[in-house]
């Protein structure tokens, strides 16, 4: 059984950091490409980021970019979100999620599997 299970959001001010994790079980962590996503209340989930198998590319949406650090570790596979100066207009909440190929995809219909999600909520 997979399964993607996210940690670290929480409730923070404008220009303060969180570290979001995912740690992946049931999967072979490493042929999987690992996306985040977020979901505002009344909005459409929207990609965040992506990272292929081995780390060694990945890709932004424009409004993290400098902001955001997606990174990934295949010997813990466990998949991070670093986020630095947040902005109220990041609260969401943060899903990440696995897709069985090696492309920085931003579309959530070709992710395989998802975990369940972590708030997170930056106040102005």
């Known amino acids: 059984q997979v399964q993607l299970v996210e940690s670290g959001g929480g409730l923070v001010q404008a220009g303060d950091s969180l570290r979001l994790s995912c740690a992946a079980s049931?999967?072979?962590?490493?042929?999987?490409?690992m996306g985040w996503f977020r979901q505002a209340p009344g909005k459409e989930r929207e990609f965040v980021a992506a990272?292929?198998?081995?780390?060694?590319?990945?890709a932004y949406t424009d409004s993290v970019k400098g902001r955001f650090t997606i990174s990934r570790d295949n010997a813990k596979n466990t998949v991070y979100l670093q986020m630095n100066n947040l902005k109220p207009e990041d609260t969401a909440v943060y899903y990440c999620?696995?897709?069985?190929?090696?492309?920085?995809?931003?579309?959530?219909?070709?992710?395989?599997?998802w975990g369940q999600g972590t708030q997170v909520t930056v106040s102005s």
């Open positions: 999620a696995a897709r069985f190929d090696n492309v920085l995809g931003s579309r959530p219909l070709n992710y395989n599997y």
């Open positions: 049931g999967l072979s962590f490493r042929y999987y490409a």
């Open positions: 990272i292929t198998r081995s780390g060694g590319d990945t």
